[in-house]
Structure formats: structure tokens, C-alpha cells
């Protein structure tokens, strides 16, 4: 007899999001944390990261996002907003109707920092990743806007700039599980999807997140040459918080999930408490929506842990 998989073994499913089939992972139970990913990737690449969040009391969604990973491509043209709306749909076609701990990497970042703003009701607390959406992007030492950059420069990394080149042997099989299949089966929309990447600037939608004090956490690696420090800065400075600093390159997630879920540990334990003190604080005034009171308060106060250099 087969043994059961483990509790924190992702399950791939199908669902259906506007008419359309869409792919995704999940494991666990408890707070609803949805993860949005990176350019070329999908829900497979993330699997050990993700899986270091479900012991925390998490029920994790991994969606593959329109373009990647089997699920079609946006129609007619993929946007930010569109991907919002889509993750949305998703939701819904999930059974997710509680307000989500979201989290995304790179591109999913940017997905994530328009969901929180055309949603609200959707995002309880927000981390970005290694996030696009800031304004400045580096070559030669020199800062340029990031409608400057040339579309080569974000898909066709060297494999160093992603991971250590310690962690190449064990990573590279991961990423490219996910990564190849899209290049084949989707050239024309992940190309798309870079046109998109590139121009992106998304400091309005934190300044307004900053207005209604949504916790938001922003996660850099320090040797990320994907997205650069200053964009990084934008970023914190756009949401009001010096972010957070760790050690790794543009996808330190994959190689180190063990820190990916350390760091996490404490926002998750935070999210959880302010989502019982908004409950409790709804129940006293007696309606549905109590604003974001003393929980959100909370929220965006407690550090996640040791940093490093604050964003300059």
C-alpha cells in the first residue's frame, strides 16, 4: 500500500477562471496564503519554498498565472490590471473569500501590488519579493528609467544572476522544469509579458496602499542584478518602510527556503493576529467592515526580523 504524501506536499489541480482552465498548487490548512510568481516560471518552481509555510498554519495557493505554466494567456493583451483581475477570479473559483496573505516574486510582484490596490478586500497583508514596479533599473554602474531598459536584458539572464553559483547544480533542474515547457508551448506571451515587466511603475498603487496602511513588507536580495538596489529603494520609499535586506540574488527564494520560511515566520504569526483583532473589533462595533483600526496598526509596525543596510 502507497504511503499518504506528506502534509506539506503541494497537490497540482485544475480549476476553471472565467470559462478558462487555469493550474495550481496547494497544500495545508488555515490562513490563505496566495504566492504569485516569477517571469518564465510557475507554481512547480516554488514548491520547496512553499512548502516551509505550511507547518506556520497556512493554507498555501500557488496559481499559474495566464501565460505560464498550462494556463492560456490574458485576452486580448496582458496587463497588470488584467492579471489582478484574473488572480481575483481565481479566488473566487478556490473559495478564497477571506482577505489573503499574498505574496509575489519579480513579476508576481507587480501582480500582487495590483490586486491590493484594485482589491482591497482581497489582501490582508502584502509581501513583494524581489519585486518589479519601481522606476530605475542599472547598467555600468549608472541609474536609468526602467522605460530605458532594453526587453534582452530581463529574460536572458545568466543562470548566475539568479541563484549562487553553489546552488546551480541542484536549481538549475528546478527552474528549467518549469521555465522550458513555457518558452516552448508560450514564446509570443512570455515576450509579452516581458514588454510589460519592463515598463512597469507601479509607485502610485504603494503610495495609495500606504494611505489606507495595508502592511506591506518588501524583501530584496542583496545581489540582485535583476532588479537593482535603487529600484528596490523606490519601492521602500513608495510604501513608507526601509524594507528588508537578505542575503541572495534575484530568486534567493528558490536556493535558500529555509530562509525564504524563517522570514516569512514572523509576518505570517503577525497577519494571524491582526485578522483576530479585526475580527474582535468589528464584533464590538457591530458591522462588517471596522476599518484599519488598531490590527492594521500592528501589522505594520512589527519588524520581520534582522536587517541589514536600510534602502538608500
Known sequence: MASAEPADHLEWRRTTVDGREAFYGTAGEGLAVVFLHGWALGQ?????ALKRLVPLGCQVYAPAMPGFGGTPNLRPAPT???????VAAFLDAVGVDEPAFVVGHSFGGGVA??????HPDRVRYLVLVNSVGGTTWSFANLVHSVTSRPPW???FRPPEDLVPVRYLRRMLPIIVEDAVPNLIRNPLGL?????LVRRSDLLAELQELRRRELPVVVLWGD???????ASFAALCRAIGSEGEVVEGRHSWLLADPDAFGAILTNSIAVAKMAGELEEEEQEEEGKGDAGPGLARRIA???PLGQRQEPAS
Open 113 to 118: 501590488i495590483k490586486l491590493a490596490h484594485d
Open 153 to 155: 536584458t530581463w529574460p
Open 223 to 229: 545581489h540582485d542584478t535583476v532588479i537593482p538596489r
Open 191 to 195: 515576450l509579452n509579458v516581458v514588454n
Open 44 to 48: 512547480r518552481s516554488y514548491r520547496r
Open 300 to 302: 505594520r509596525h512589527v
Open 80 to 86: 497588470f490590471d488584467g492579471y489582478a483581475e484574473w
